[in-house]
């Protein structure tokens, strides 16, 4: 069943800003880490950010670090990436994926759940 919803992708140019959201309300166990990954055309699923679902603690990518930002918000059940400076190589479907132990990884055979993708497209 689905248990991670994304919204928020979108068309935008280069250097705008862009927010992702991730509905983790649906779920059905407990989750360790979040996590923001993307997937370009012809190219392997790579991680972008993760986050400790307790602690906060969060991890960036080298090629966003400076420009996104992973946040999550426990009341509200939701998982965000704020990304901004937006560049055309960021262009890809950005997949919320969840991972039950609490260790931060970036590899994506050790996520458990993955929502259906949202699709970010940064123009030139």
């Known amino acids: 069943q689905v248990q991670l919803v994304e919204s928020g992708g979108g068309l935008v140019q280069a250097g705008g800003s862009l927010r992702l959201s991730c509905d983790v309300s649906?779920?059905?166990?407990?989750?360790?880490?979040m996590a923001w990954f993307r997937q370009a055309p012809g190219k392997e699923r790579e991680f972008v950010a993760g986050i400790k679902w307790v602690s906060s603690t969060t991890y960036l990518d080298d090629s966003v670090k400076g420009r996104f930002t992973i946040s999550r918000d426990r009341a509200k059940n939701m998982v965000y990436l704020e990304m901004g400076s937006l560049k055309p190589e960021d262009t890809a479907l950005y997949y919320c994926?969840?991972?039950?132990?609490?260790?931060?990884?970036?590899?994506?055979?050790?996520?458990?759940?993955w929502g259906q993708g949202t699709q970010v497209t940064v123009s030139s």
């Open positions: 649906r779920r059905t166990v407990d989750y360790g880490v």
């Open positions: 994926a969840a991972r039950r132990l609490g260790i931060v990884t970036t590899a994506s055979r050790t996520y458990d759940y």
